[in-house]
């Protein structure tokens, strides 16, 4: 199917911008466009109107940068939530990942990316600064990097490390080693390498702290 | 990733209308809610309103009931289309297909689905009764039934068959039988056994008429 020869221009500007989406072709822009076309007036402008209102007024959290409603996010401005720890993430989704594991109660700062020459991202373009402003002026006592271990994650964990060392914090990185469910012979072998050395106490596996 | 709870209402609810789309799950809606967020505001107020328009604005053809930006598409409104045929489709993007082939200039008539109890769909909920006006009142001299070889696609064919033939017009149907590319061995019995029994004089897979 030829989708460059649409029968309507307000179709077609539809499907283009459908199509901008990641991941989304124009085959399946003009699907989506096509369904959204058979949708009750009302439904679709409620659709567009809802995706305008979240890119107008959604706001940044003043202070550890995770979106929200407000200026102070919800975790933020929980007082039961442990200030004195800070756990350094890359984007939304991983404090989202953490919170649903129900095992961490502190709070977050969100650096919106790793540093990453090949994308041009350098870490005047992350959130690092007001990292360094929070733990300079806080009460934070424990600042835990939980960066994706990746090249460019590794990358960016060092450079933080370098940078809160000059606090007097302690610089935590989440444990490493065989994941849950996983068997030893699908493990990598740094993985595994890491993980004989940096054994553990049997008990601290099912325990709450090492 | 637990993306029950989102740290915004308003991406909540964006994320929820993506996810209302076909194939999109809660998971791919909220990649594209974050990635939607860090685009410029112009671009995605453009976003929004371009689907809002497509759904406010676009028309359907007073004839052939195809999409059209215009009371009449493009295809009814061009005099250099014959109007003595009438190609029926099940949907838009079938015409789409056809004119990509560039071996038709004839005109369409869109149904709007096939007939399919299980869905629901009755021949009253599809654009039939148009086109037997359509063939009633005008000059068409044939009826192509270009349906889907598909249990309900049949169904609605032969409907159309019988309603069509009390009208003096010739109905054909698409050719069928083993698809160009494909080898013998992997063409279904039926295919291969009506190909054998509807077998072609050989000069005709090259012309133009048989």
Redesign the interface.
């Known amino acids: 199917?030829?989708?460059h020869?649409?029968?309507?221009?307000?179709?077609d500007?539809?499907v283009?911008?459908?199509a901008?989406?990641?991941?989304?072709g124009r085959k399946?822009a003009?699907?989506?466009?096509?369904?959204?076309?058979k949708?009750p007036?009302e439904q679709?402008?409620?659709?567009?109107?809802?995706?305008?209102?979240?890119?107008?007024?959604?706001k940044q959290c003043r202070v550890c940068c995770?979106?929200?409603?407000s200026d102070t996010?919800?975790?933020c401005a929980n007082p039961n939530r442990e200030s004195s720890t800070i756990c350094v993430v890359e984007?939304?989704?991983d404090?989202?990942?953490i919170?649903?594991t129900l095992q961490y109660n502190g709070l977050y700062h969100v650096l919106g990316g790793v540093i990453s020459p090949m994308d041009g991202i350098s870490p005047g373009d992350l959130n690092i600064a007001s990292l360094l402003e929070r733990v300079a002026a806080g009460d934070a006592k424990e600042a835990i990097i939980a960066i994706s271990t990746t090249m460019e994650g590794e990358t960016t964990a060092y450079y933080l490390y370098k940078k809160l060392s000059a606090y007097p914090i302690k610089i935590s990185a989440l444990a490493r080693g065989v994941e849950f469910g996983n068997e030893l012979e699908h493990t990598d072998e740094i993985t595994l390498g890491r993980s004989i050395k940096n054994r553990t106490p049997f008990e601290n596996l099912f325990g709450h702290k090492g």
Request: a negative charge; charged letters at 15%.
């Open positions: 199917m030829d989708t020869s649409l029968p309507s221009k307000l179709l500007t539809a283009g911008e459908l901008s989406l990641p991941g989304i399946t003009l699907r989506l466009a096509l369904h959204l076309l949708q007036a679709v402008n409620y659709f567009g109107n809802a995706i305008i209102a979240m890119r107008n007024e959604v995770n979106i929200s409603d996010c919800e975790i984007n939304v989704q404090v989202m990942s919170e649903a």
